[in-house]
């Protein structure tokens, strides 16, 4: 159960887009469509934000897209706003009643 | 509405026994196609995933903590427990129960309780 790679922060301007990428092993992203992405502001729980490689759960925005090739998941945000500014967390089943999650991405909206 | 509230001590001693509890409302622990699970966050760190309970009582845990963790529910009290022994400092973090929901997501989750170790 390694830790998924996550790059540490991206940036990006408002109204512009950015994608976070999550890379795992073929054990993991790449072996199973079990991938979803968290959002957690400071002092706060994370929220889920897509589940199952690109699904939305009801009550998110459509800015917020997902996408998966081979080992490396892609979360996309789309019509950057200042308060999507927050850490970032993927997660992937990893076999075996599993879990694990990447090392989590800092967002700065310039 | 579906909720989970984690309780427990918020200071530990080293070499102590950590007890966690998860209670939840809104959904019922033998619902097959839900679960709990622990996952942790140490201050600035990233979340990383402990333990896991199925409906039918089966159990999971993360390799690297396996000999230091349990996961036991209770049903009837509707609450998920998890001990860790052996605490650390480096088990300093915030403990988190999450639903998970088909075997791949997790949410909703809990507020969160800071455990410290120390001294």
């Known amino acids: 159960q390694s830790a998924l790679t996550q790059p540490a922060s991206v940036s990006g301007s408002p109204g512009q887009s950015i994608t976070i990428s999550c890379t795992g092993a073929s054990n993991d992203v790449g072996r199973y469509d079990l991938v979803s992405w968290y959002q957690q502001h400071p002092g706060k729980a994370p929220t889920l934000m897509i589940y199952e490689v690109f699904k939305r759960p009801s009550g998110v925005s459509n800015r917020f897209s997902g996408s998966k090739s081979g080992n490396t998941a892609s979360l996309t945000i789309f019509g950057l706003l200042p308060e999507d500014e927050t850490d970032y967390y993927c997660?992937?089943?990893?076999?075996?009643?599993?879990?694990?999650f990447g090392g989590g991405t800092k967002l700065t909206v310039l | 509405q579906v909720t989970l509230k984690e309780s427990g001590p918020v200071l530990v001693k080293p070499t102590e026994t950590l007890t966690l509890t998860c209670t939840v409302s809104?959904?019922?622990?033998?619902?097959?196609?839900?679960?709990v699970s622990w996952i942790r966050q140490p201050p600035g760190k990233a979340l990383e995933w402990l333990a896991h309970?199925?409906?039918?009582?089966?159990?999971s845990y993360s390799t690297s903590l396996r000999s230091r963790l349990t996961i036991s529910k209770d049903t009837s009290k509707s609450q998920v427990v998890l001990t860790m022994t052996n605490m650390d400092p480096v088990d300093t973090a915030t403990y988190y129960c999450a639903r998970l929901n088909l075997q791949t997501w997790f949410d909703p989750w809990g507020q969160g309780t800071l455990v410290t170790v120390s001294s």
């Open positions: 309970i199925f409906s039918n009582d089966e159990k």
């Open positions: 809104g959904f019922s622990l033998t619902n097959a196609r839900m679960g």
């Open positions: 997660s992937s089943y990893a076999g075996s009643n599993t879990w694990v």
